[in-house]
């Protein structure tokens, strides 16, 4: 229901990880500057309260959190049970006295047939909708869908996920956030190697990581040929134990190799901005990491027929390895090799993340308020 005083009483959740506020923190805020909007921000952990602090993004408030879901937490093999959070009942009778509810988790989806349809559901991609998971049947709960580029837009409606008019591509407000945080910091390395990102994915059925981590990480400490920087998707090690985080954090050199499991710098693009050298499997980081055409080599840990896949758009941006030796060829040879893969990589971004106009965080804002006042 609206404010009392006439306003679109909004809520915008953090319903997931820490690391998807930055896709969403400046379309916060340029909602919590329109006059007519009363906007709650809601989260369902301390960690990403105190990132939103950092990011000067509002005084966050928590939803409720059940006492048997906080017990789980501390095991931290459950996650954040997300899922089990926002479906208490608390929690929806919370959610449902909003006019809409912004987000970049799909989790959301899942209570649609518990919150009236009067409060409207609206999503922020937190990716670059490359991939099969990005057109799941959970878009078809949200009434208003905000991916980066045209090339996700173009799908949702093709796949008949989302209908004209209710997907709109606004770029990619979190490559701004990370931009201007990232600009008065320091190189990493001073060396004047070039510097290469190892990126693998999450999933055990997509990553590189069981495959390509110790050899990259051994070959870059052993002849110093480049600078390497391990940094995996935060889920993958999120749930395990510390003691595996120190055994594979001990495998950095001062100078030449950093190993970051999880970190703020592993989430905020401080590595895709840094590193020349792009190796990895199917993160949408590789697009983040291309605000400019660069090298890139792509890890086939599975012998997936890539070729003909949708899902792998990426793949053609770069030279593609199915060993670590074929690896360390192509991250050697990746400066050469790059001038063929320069355009498609021009293409590419723009399609996925548009063409990096400032005002993304202004553009999803705006489009969330015209959508919602048109109604």
Not at 70 to 96: T, Y
Not at 132 to 161: C, E, H, N, W
């Amino acid at each position: 229901m609206p404010a009392p005083d006439g306003r679109l009483r909004l809520a915008v959740l953090y319903g997931a990880e820490p690391y998807q506020a930055y896709h969403v923190a400046d379309v916060a805020a340029a909602l919590a500057r329109d006059p007519g909007v009363d906007l709650t921000i809601l989260t369902l952990d301390a960690e990403t309260d105190a990132l939103l602090r950092r990011l000067g993004a509002g005084q966050p408030e928590h939803l409720h959190i059940p006492a048997w879901v906080r017990l789980a937490r501390k095991a931290r093999i459950f996650g954040i049970l997300k899922q089990q959070v926002l479906a208490d009942h608390a929690n929806l009778g919370r959610l449902s006295h909003f006019d809409a509810i912004v987000t970049p988790t799909t989790h959301l989806a899942l209570v649609r047939d518990r919150i009236p349809r009067s409060t409207r559901f609206v999503y922020v991609y937190h990716g670059a909708g490359a991939r099969q998971m990005s057109y799941s049947p959970k878009m078809r709960a949200f009434d208003l869908v905000l991916p980066p580029g045209q090339a996700t837009v173009d799908r949702l409606i093709a796949d008949g996920l989302v209908e004209q008019g209710h997907a709109v591509a606004v770029g990619s407000p979190k490559i701004e956030t990370c931009r201007r945080l990232s600009a008065s910091l320091p190189p990493l390395f001073d060396n004047g190697r070039p510097t290469v990102l190892f990126n693998p994915h999450s999933q055990r059925r997509l990553r590189s990581w069981e495959k390509f981590a110790r050899p990259l990480i051994d070959h870059a400490t052993r002849t110093g040929e480049f600078n390497l920087i391990v940094a995996p998707h935060v889920k993958l090690f999120v749930r395990r134990p510390r003691f595996l985080w120190r055994r594979w954090e001990r495998r950095a050199v001062p100078g030449r190799v950093i190993v970051d499991l999880g970190s703020e710098a592993s989430q905020n693009m401080r590595y895709t901005l840094a590193a020349d050298i792009y190796a990895g499997d199917v993160s949408s980081q590789v697009y983040e990491f291309l605000l400019e055409p660069k090298p890139c080599v792509f890890l086939n840990a599975h012998g997936a027929d890539w070729q003909n896949s949708p899902d792998y758009p990426m793949w053609r941006l770069g030279e593609v390895a199915d060993s670590p030796e074929r690896a360390i060829e192509r991250i050697r040879t990746a400066f050469d090799d790059h001038p063929r893969f320069a355009e498609l990589q021009r293409d590419e971004r723009q399609k996925r993340i548009g063409g990096l106009e400032p005002g993304s965080a202004e553009r999803a804002a705006a489009v969330i308020l015209s959508f919602l006042r048109a109604e």
